[in-house]
């Protein structure tokens, strides 16, 4: 399968806190940074991501990274 030309992010679970709502959750627009639960980690969906990174921006604790 080919690689997608753009970088999905990861949520950092040690820089992570999981907030009760992730803040950075409504920045996407995709619908890809997933939290079921309050105070859950949220994670995000490998499929639905676009690598646009405004994500990256708006989580406060800096937890949203791309390796
Ligand atoms: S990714 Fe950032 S905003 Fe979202 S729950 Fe974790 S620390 Fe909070
Ligand atoms: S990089 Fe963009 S598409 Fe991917 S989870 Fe973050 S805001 Fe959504």
Redesign the pocket.
Known sequence: MMRANYR??NIDAEKCHTCKRCL?RR????K??VQFEQNELPY??QV?????????EECPFRA?VVE
């Open positions: 999905v992010p950075a920045s996407c627009r995709l890809a940074l995000i969906d639905l991501c676009r690598g646009c990174l405004v994500c990256v949203i």
